[in-house]
């Protein structure tokens, strides 16, 4: 088979989308020694390949606003002249106008524009409504990153046959650990509470800051460590921050690379992760490979994927999160309990098997 894939995730800063393509692509890079693959993107494709079979198809369109109309307008054609057999969309969205011979895969992360659309930027949130049910209703076959997102799908789209949808878990994504430190701009405290993901609206940031804030952090000498990059209405957090009474127990990083991740998380008390909203939520299964505690949600994927092996809280209780923040720090045996219980849960995720479900998924179309 000739599969094309949509690699525009791996063309620009690598986020979780970009992270899960990177780790799949290396398993099925491994597994398949058969089939023809073609990473496609507008912009140079940032990944190294390392089987004959497979190969890149990059083009010169600019950035991510343009990527769209290019994949659009430009793919179809590149599948008629590479053969395409499959084409794989790995975040949302096909190109509408592929061949009919060309079946269609299309991963679904999460469905944040139907369900939490106030945390969007608007331009994102246009695009993801323009495009992601004609991708739905094109597709032979959906994958869903968790059962939450698959129940999400099938209560938004009534329309989409069920038998087409299928939940494919990802794995854990790998941390390397780094020798050198010093690339960590900022000073690390000795003991924080660290918190892992882009700022923006639907990462709950706010009541973190609101349950610190609850904790007496003074008392208990701990900081809140914040690592990752501005998003959509930061500068919202920037104002919140003005009057905040523990302010200089807010440590922000900004970006950290993949290679210093490893060292953040070992060395925290415990990531605090209550997102109003997740797909699937790699930072929870990071920080549990780092042998780290996580208080995360009780809502949609997280507590999926986090099951027993983490503190769950109401994203919207403030004063639940504190609760929860005070008890890793004060019960010695509760960390103990959900150190191993993470241990056993990350048995359930792996990219070998991810991908082996997705190679299924694409003989799967091609035969019918």
Same mark, same amino acid.
């Given at each position: 088979?000739?599969?094309?894939?949509?690699?525009?995730?791996?063309?620009?800063?690598?986020?979780?989308?970009?992270?899960?393509?990177?780790?799949?692509?290396?398993?099925?890079?491994?597994?398949?020694?058969?089939?023809?693959?073609?990473?496609?993107?507008?912009?140079?494709?940032?990944?190294?390949?390392?089987?004959?079979?497979?190969?890149?198809?990059?083009?010169?369109?600019?950035?991510?606003?343009?990527?769209?109309?290019?994949?659009?307008?430009?793919?179809?054609?590149?599948?008629?002249?590479?053969?395409?057999?499959?084409?794989?969309?790995?975040?949302?969205?096909?190109?509408?106008? $592929?061949?009919?011979?060309?079946?269609?895969?299309?991963?679904?992360?999460?469905?944040?524009?139907?369900?939490?659309?106030?945390?969007?930027?608007?331009?994102? $949130?246009?695009?993801?409504?323009?495009?992601?049910?004609? @991708?739905? @209703?094109?597709?032979?076959?959906?994958?869903?990153?968790?059962?939450?997102?698959?129940?999400?799908?099938?209560?938004?789209?009534?329309?989409?046959?069920?038998?087409?949808?299928?939940?494919?878990?990802?794995?854990?994504?790998?941390?390397?650990?780094?020798?050198?430190?010093?690339?960590?701009?900022?000073?690390?405290?000795?003991?924080?509470?660290?918190?892992?993901?882009?700022?923006?609206?639907?990462?709950?940031?706010?009541?973190?800051?609101?349950?610190?804030?609850?904790?007496?952090?003074?008392?208990?000498?701990?900081?809140?460590?914040?690592?990752?990059?501005?998003?959509?209405?930061?500068?919202?957090?920037?104002?919140?921050?003005?009057?905040?009474?523990?302010?200089?127990?807010?440590?922000?990083?900004?970006?950290?690379?993949?290679?210093?991740?490893?060292?953040?998380?070992?060395?925290?008390?415990?990531?605090?992760?209550?997102?109003?909203?997740?797909?699937?939520?790699?930072?929870?299964?990071?920080?549990?490979?780092?042998?780290?505690?996580?208080?995360?949600?009780?809502?949609?994927?997280?507590?999926?994927?986090?099951?027993?092996?983490? $503190?769950?809280?109401?994203?919207?209780?403030?004063?639940?999160?504190?609760?929860?923040?005070? $008890?890793?720090?004060?019960?010695?045996?509760?960390?103990?309990?959900?150190?191993?219980?993470?241990?056993?849960?990350?048995?359930?995720?792996?990219?070998?098997?991810?991908?082996?479900?997705?190679?299924?998924?694409?003989?799967?179309?091609?035969?019918?």
């Amino acid at each position: 088979m000739n599969i094309g894939i949509d690699a525009r995730p791996l063309s620009y800063h690598l986020t979780g989308i970009g992270y899960y393509l990177q780790n799949i692509l290396d398993a099925l890079q491994v597994i398949d020694q058969e089939n023809n693959y073609y990473l496609v993107s507008n912009k140079t494709v940032n990944y190294q390949i390392n089987n004959d079979k497979w190969s890149k198809i990059e083009g010169h369109a600019g950035g991510k606003p343009i990527s769209s109309i290019w994949m659009q307008t430009c793919v179809p054609g590149l599948a008629r002249k590479y053969k395409f057999d499959i084409f794989w969309g790995t975040r949302h969205h096909l190109p509408l106008f $592929l061949s009919r011979r060309v079946k269609r895969v299309v991963t679904i992360h999460d469905l944040v524009h139907l369900r939490y659309p106030e945390t969007m930027q608007p331009k994102n $949130l246009i695009l993801e409504r323009i495009l992601m049910k004609r @991708s739905l @209703s094109a597709a032979d076959a959906i994958i869903s990153v968790s059962h939450a997102t698959a129940t999400d799908i099938k209560k938004c789209y009534a329309k989409i046959q069920e038998n087409h949808i299928h939940t494919i878990y990802s794995g854990v994504p790998q941390l390397y650990e780094a020798h050198d430190c010093s690339r960590i701009i900022v000073q690390l405290p000795q003991k924080y509470f660290l918190f892992v993901g882009t700022l923006e609206p639907r990462k709950n940031i706010h009541n973190i800051l609101r349950a610190f804030e609850r904790l007496n952090p003074e008392k208990y000498d701990i900081y809140l460590v914040i690592v990752g990059e501005k998003g959509w209405k930061d500068k919202e957090l920037k104002k919140y921050l003005v009057d905040y009474n523990f302010e200089s127990r807010i440590v922000f990083t900004g970006y950290v690379s993949r290679d210093m991740m490893i060292n953040l998380y070992k060395k925290s008390v415990c990531l605090i992760f209550p997102s109003l909203y997740e797909g699937f939520g790699f930072p929870i299964l990071e920080a549990m490979s780092c042998g780290t505690p996580v208080i995360t949600s009780n809502t949609s994927s997280m507590k999926e994927i986090a099951a027993d092996a983490a $503190l769950l809280v109401n994203p919207y209780d403030d004063a639940e999160i504190a609760r929860a923040m005070r $008890l890793i720090l004060i019960d010695t045996d509760l960390r103990k309990r959900l150190i191993g219980k993470a241990a056993l849960r990350l048995k359930h995720f792996s990219w070998e098997r991810c991908a082996h479900k997705l190679m299924e998924i694409f003989y799967k179309v091609t035969n019918n």
